[in-house]
């Protein structure tokens, strides 16, 4: 079928790969909800989520809801990278994340029958936008749950060995030994410490790589944020 969030004007592009409104719009409120839940009562009297973000002052070069959309296109940029690299190397979606997948649609179907919507879609477009389709949704759920689990491949495979571990270990011996005051001899508790930490390391790394192949355009012009019906009521 037709996909009417292709009608719109890109605001994000990556080769083929195109971004519209609508899909940002996606991102941005799961953004904009996750903050305000886990960071409203800290920024209470700092930030006021009854009343648009674009209002409020984040610092004197921007508002709360450009920083927002921000870290929104770094969530965007972060996510692609990750499922772009998966379906070059033929990473399938695993079970247990698709089971995920499932039940957050499961979750908005049930939040649209209970809020009187005719259908999931509608429930969609009251909530993203008049583009907003299921089609699309599902297309960014699925990103999303592909993403997360590619990432998580990556982490498990960037498991150093011993040698790697303890190489590692004694060029910042003496910061560990500062830190967790632990015993040099006490091989177990360091090498699994420095092991973690190389992990980390190392997949850091892997991931910025894979990110760096990947350019990313934004057209900030053709940026339209519309908030979810209800949202300052």
Known sequence: GVRTARNEQPVLVCGEYE???TELAYYYWSEYFYFSEAYGDYLDGVVDFTKPLADQPYDNQQSWETYLLEETLNTVRDTMAMVFRAEEEGFALPADYDATR???LLNFSVAAQEGGYGSTEAY???????NATEETFRAYLHNAHLA????DDLLARSVPTDEETRAFFARRQS???ELYEIDPEDETTWLELARQDLQQENYQNAFLTICSDYEFLVNYDAVRLTPPKGLYE
């Open 19 to 21: 971004l519209t409104n």
């Open 102 to 104: 499932q039940q957050v």
């Open 124 to 130: 969609l477009q009251a909530s993203y936008g008049k």
């Open 148 to 151: 997360a689990a590619y990432a």
């Open 175 to 177: 910061a560990y030994e």
